[in-house]
């Protein structure tokens, strides 16, 4: 190569593990810049190698990995990817994690419980991050847990556009379902005109994982179009008993809008199976062809994945792209 490239010029480069890689590539097709070519495998007892194949020495790397089953080893594989940028000298390491794993273990319920969600906010900057962006928190302040710059990314203008032009939004009401989803409904309300609003008040069996009892709906719910707005659907017991209440309640029809489509177990035949009209998921985790179903519709993140990256790279506002939020 001949002449000297500039020492403060600044490079960016993508980098992809093995979880998710039709939203890596559609996030370097937003950015027109190609995935940095990888070597990764797995060694017979399951220990994860990797290595670059292009020097990354005083780059500002953008590693992108969405923490989808199996969730342990897609964690450590982006673990290992940060680790071996540092020391390849890469001037500076961001995590892009569109789902971040163990999200809900963020606070004790009763004693002798973990922080998991601490937990990977240490082990990611142990490793050598400098940064995290996500998309939509299970809680808002998981973003304290890491010590540097957390750039908190929202589905809901994404989610939010899709009923727009398909209900009637005088006939909506938006539902919570459950208190710690309040803030996130009270968003919705406010993007779809002050549309008004409902919770649902459940109750957990604390012994008994994924387990939901439904108790009431507060709000009025009577003869309209309730859109259930929750971060995730995991096992799908939530939403679709979320649903029955409300049906009861004398909801005339239920969608569901969610960000993180994590569907394990009987989750694609409670979904399947239930009076739900629609549930509108993103891409921010792999959804395979055998977990599809006629009711689901999926909207791609990459184009806000990559909005985000590129305000990053070039020291942009990350929050302008959500109206201050963050």
């Keep these: 190569m001949s002449g000297i490239k500039a020492s403060g010029q600044k490079k960016l480069m993508l980098f992809t593990g093995r979880a998710h890689p039709d939203l890596a590539k559609e996030v370097s097709d937003n950015l027109h810049v190609d995935l940095t070519p990888t070597s990764a495998y797995d060694f017979a007892n399951g220990e994860t190698f990797v290595r670059f194949l292009e020097s990354v020495r005083g780059s500002d790397a953008f590693v992108i990995q969405s923490h989808t089953a199996p969730i342990n080893q897609w964690i450590m594989e982006q673990l290992i990817m940060v680790d071996a940028l540092k020391r390849a000298s890469a001037k500076r390491i961001t995590v892009v994690a569109p789902f971040f794993g163990y999200a809900r273990q963020d606070k004790k319920h009763r004693g002798r419980e973990p922080i998991s969600a601490r937990l990977m906010a240490d082990l990611f900057k142990t490793a050598g991050a400098d940064r995290l962006i996500t998309v939509d928190l299970h809680t808002a302040q998981i973003q304290g847990f890491f010590d540097g710059p957390v750039d908190h990314l929202f589905a809901l203008d994404l989610l939010a556009h899709h009923f727009e032009s ?25 993007r779809l005109g002050g549309v008004p609003m409902a919770i649902i008040h459940k109750k957990r069996d604390p012994d008994v994982a994924n387990e939901v009892k439904v108790f009431d709906v507060v709000g009025e719910v009577e003869g309209r179009t309730c859109v259930v707005v929750d971060d995730m659907i995991d096992t799908g017991g939530t939403i679709v008993k979320a649903a029955d209440a409300l049906f009861d309640h004398g909801a005339d029809k239920v969608v569901v809008a969610a960000t993180h489509g994590v569907l394990s177990g009987p989750a694609v035949d409670r979904l399947k199976n239930s009076r739900i009209s629609e549930v509108v998921l993103t891409n921010t985790l792999p959804i395979p062809e055998d977990k599809q179903f006629d009711k689901l519709t999926v909207l791609s993140i990459a184009p806000l994945v990559a909005r985000a990256i590129n305000e990053v790279f070039s020291d942009g506002s990350v929050t302008s792209l959500f109206g201050g939020h963050s």
């Design 166 to 190: 398909r209900l009637d939004t005088s006939r909506v009401t938006v539902v919570a379902p459950d208190a710690g989803r309040v803030r996130v409904t009270e968003r919705w309300s406010d």
